[in-house]
């Protein structure tokens, strides 16, 4: 990100006393402040991002899939949907249990981020 600021071309060195301090200098400075920023930052990305990614997305796929659609997920091609694909969708699901089920990983997983947001708004 750097380079491509201050226009170093690929491949020269001579600016390199420059780029480091400057991709070095704000988070010592920053940890200089307050030794736990860092900490606080992956407790905030754990909680959110970790979250949201392993537990909200993957059951709403899934649920998407699975009943998205009219007749399920993939429409087939009398309701204007791709036949080949509905075919090949059209097998068991990978992972087992129903609506239930999807709906249990998806609330635990907001139930985890909404306690994370009201302990860093300080509520717990």
Same mark, same amino acid.
């Given at each position: 990100?750097?380079?491509?600021?201050?226009?170093?071309?690929?491949?020269?060195?001579?600016?390199?006393?420059?780029?480091?301090?400057?991709?070095?200098?704000?988070?010592?400075?920053?940890?200089?402040?307050?030794?736990?920023?860092?900490?606080?930052?992956?407790?905030?990305?754990?909680?959110?991002?970790?979250?949201?990614?392993?537990?909200?997305?993957?059951?709403?796929?899934?649920?998407?899939?699975?009943?998205?659609?009219?007749?399920?997920? !993939?429409?087939?091609?009398?309701? $204007? %949907?791709?036949?080949? /694909? *509905? +075919?090949?969708? @059209? !097998?068991?699901?990978?992972?087992? $249990? %129903?609506?239930?089920? /999807? *709906? +249990?990983?998806? @609330?635990?997983?907001?139930?985890?981020? $909404?306690?994370?947001?009201?302990?860093?708004?300080?509520?717990?």
């Amino acid at each position: 990100f750097l380079t491509d600021a201050l226009e170093v071309p690929a491949g020269d060195q001579s600016r390199d006393w420059l780029i480091y301090p400057l991709i070095l200098c704000p988070p010592l400075l920053l940890v200089a402040n307050d030794p736990d920023i860092f900490l606080k930052a992956l407790d905030t990305a754990g909680t959110f991002g970790i979250s949201s990614l392993f537990g909200v997305l993957p059951a709403a796929m899934a649920w998407k899939q699975r009943y998205g659609g009219p007749q399920g997920g !993939v429409r087939s091609s009398a309701d $204007g %949907g791709d036949a080949d /694909l *509905a +075919a090949a969708l @059209a !097998v068991e699901p990978a992972v087992p $249990g %129903g609506r239930w089920t /999807l *709906a +249990a990983i998806a @609330a635990i997983s907001l139930a985890i981020i $909404g306690e994370g947001a009201l302990d860093q708004l300080g509520v717990l």
